[in-house]
């Protein structure tokens, strides 16, 4: 892993589109970097959008120079036009990403709300609150589009699947609990007691080291 991450999440769409950054130092928590969405409705034809997927989201990896990149993967459901539309759309900015030799990683939508509230089922305004507890964003600077929060979300996954912070730092720690059983002293402060062990750990310890 390099020094410092820049991490970039893709929520990707034929109509909208979702991108949000995190940087990430060795030993201090995420940062919330930016977050925005690129607007695609007023495009009519089917390939000038995919040609636009492309360009755009070349045009945010040049923007921020993402050290890897991710994505949320492609859903099922009924509408099957529209899951071919979403699967172009995916793998157009994937190869965005690739053109430009960044690793890539994909997370499925139940895996991206487990890891952020813990809840599979979560709605996408849960999802949105959580990050911005977690990641101390401003209210201000919270989207009204939730597309860009959920490409966030995708970010913070990346980041929790491929560091786990807070589980490789002590030996033996086999879940949240044990984690901030044996690390008292690193593990400070209160959160809701709503919040599952996982996500009060990694609040506490990110108020530790800012």
Excluded at 105 to 121: C, D, F, Q, S, V
Excluded at 156 to 173: E, I, M, R
């Amino acid at each position: 892993m390099p020094a410092e991450r820049l991490i970039l999440g893709i929520d990707p769409g034929s109509n909208v589109m979702g991108f949000g950054v995190l940087r990430v130092l060795p030993g201090a928590r995420p940062l919330f970097v930016d977050m925005d969405i690129i607007d695609l409705r007023k495009e009519k034809d089917t390939y000038e959008t995919m040609r636009q997927v492309f360009l755009r989201t070349l045009d945010i990896i040049d923007r921020y120079h993402p050290t890897e990149m991710c994505l949320e993967s492609q859903f099922y459901g009924k509408n099957v036009q529209s899951m071919i539309k979403l699967g172009r759309a995916q793998g157009v900015a994937m190869a965005a990403g690739l053109y430009r030799q960044l690793p890539i990683a994909e997370y499925a939508p139940l895996k991206i709300k487990m890891a952020i509230t813990g809840n599979g089922r979560a709605s996408k305004e849960q999802v949105a609150d959580m990050l911005r507890r977690m990641l101390y964003i401003d209210t201000d600077r919270m989207p009204a589009k939730l597309d860009a929060t959920d490409a966030l979300a995708v970010a913070l996954c990346h980041y929790l699947q491929t560091s786990n912070p807070l589980l490789t730092k002590t030996k033996g720690a086999r879940n949240w609990k044990d984690f901030v059983s044996q690390n008292k002293s690193r593990v400070v402060g209160s959160v809701p007691a709503s919040f599952t062990d996982k996500q009060a750990a990694l609040i506490r310890l990110t108020k530790k080291n800012s």
